[in-house]
């Protein structure tokens, strides 16, 4: 049995990882400050994680919450392009002081292993698809500029102070639990409630951009993995997590539109500004390295993403 510490644990993908290291009988201590993350997501669990209620932003803190922790999730974060172009300083004090704090937190205490969530934002509009690790980046909004950042503190650290650092670019996550009715939410989950809502979504831009959608499960089972795998094969590395596929947001529209039985044609609005306009992931690394394959496929995710919504926001 190991400590863990999961930055940004109350959130749609840290509330995930909380609940697979329960159920495997694991030590879980959540460092969250409810920023964007939900209280509902830790309620049921409470008495069994160790909560430190405080920001990434306090150094002090941080150090605390990395003491006696073995392995570290770092999924705190301000996750979004449009509200990095808004307001570029909050998500730069959040995303790269917070995650060196963290960082330094995990050095000074000791700490074994951190794996990061970085983002595919990093590859930015560069041609050539699919995107390998191997393709130089080129990072388009502050947000993007920032998740990098992190992967670059990430692999130095453990250059120069052997910590041992795993870097996920995640593709476009959905599933339960991401919060749909914020103005900065994904776009899967946006479309399914509004729909569920009788509301007609808006595309912004032609709708034929492609992204990686890739489901929640998908992404615990990366993490997981990438904190087993050797260290020879993983430390100071950077993976691509995604389906390996691409889904326009046209097609995707089409199929939340026939689960949730909503019959209007979308809207479409401008292309909004910091946006790629497609992603498609190599994942040949993540699969010879961390022995990570996709579990659940696009529809099948998109089925079960909607039964939850159904659940959850029925009424
Ligand atoms: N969802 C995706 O498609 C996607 C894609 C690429 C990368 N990521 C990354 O994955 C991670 C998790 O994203 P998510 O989709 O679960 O978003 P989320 O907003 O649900 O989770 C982020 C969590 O960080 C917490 N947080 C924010 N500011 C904080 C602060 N100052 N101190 C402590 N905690 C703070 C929030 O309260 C929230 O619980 C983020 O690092 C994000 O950049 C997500």
Redo the contacts with the bound molecule.
């Keep these: 049995m190991a400590n863990y510490l999961i930055?940004?644990?109350?959130?749609?993908?840290?509330?995930h990882l909380v609940q697979a290291l329960l159920d495997r009988g694991d030590q879980v201590r959540v460092?969250?400050?409810?920023?964007?993350?939900?209280r509902k997501?830790l309620e049921p669990i409470l008495d069994r994680i160790d909560l430190h209620e405080?920001?990434?932003?306090?150094a002090d803190a941080v150090l605390r919450a990395c003491e006696g922790i073995d392995f570290i999730f770092?999924?705190?974060?301000?996750?979004?392009v449009p509200r990095s172009v808004k307001e570029p300083r909050p998500s730069h004090?959040?995303?790269i002081d917070?995650t060196f704090h963290l960082l330094e937190g995990a050095r000074q205490s000791g700490a074994r292993r951190v794996v990061?969530?970085?983002?595919?934002?990093a590859y930015g509009n560069q041609p050539g698809f699919p995107r390998v690790e191997t393709m130089a980046p080129q990072p388009l909004s502050p947000?993007a500029v920032q998740?990098l950042t992190g992967e670059l503190y990430m692999q130095a650290y453990h250059r120069v102070y052997g910590l041992e650092t795993v870097c996920l670019?995640?593709?476009?996550?959905?599933g339960a639990?991401?919060?749909p009715d914020s103005p900065y939410s994904?776009v899967m989950a946006r479309f399914a409630l509004m729909m569920m809502r009788g509301e007609r979504p808006t595309i912004f831009g032609d709708g034929e951009q492609g992204r990686d959608f890739?489901h929640i499960d998908n992404v615990v089972l990366a993490n997981l993995l990438a904190v087993e795998a050797p260290a020879e094969k993983v430390a100071g590395r950077v993976f691509n997590i995604a389906c390996g596929e691409r889904h326009t947001l046209n097609q995707t529209y089409a199929l939340l539109a026939t689960l949730t039985g909503f019959p209007h044609p979308p809207l479409y609005g401008p292309a909004r500004d910091g946006d790629v306009r497609d992603s498609l992931a190599d994942i040949t690394a993540a699969r010879e390295a961390l022995g990570y394959a996709p579990q659940v496929g696009f529809e099948e995710g998109l089925r079960r993403t909607v039964a939850w919504y159904r659940d959850e926001f029925a009424g």
């Design positions: 930055t940004g644990g109350a959130g749609f993908i840290g509330s460092l969250d400050n409810f920023e964007t993350g939900l997501n405080v920001s990434l932003t306090d770092h999924e705190g974060a301000l996750p979004s004090a959040i995303n917070g990061y969530a970085a983002s595919s934002s947000y998740k670019r995640y593709f476009n996550i959905f639990r991401q919060v994904g890739t």
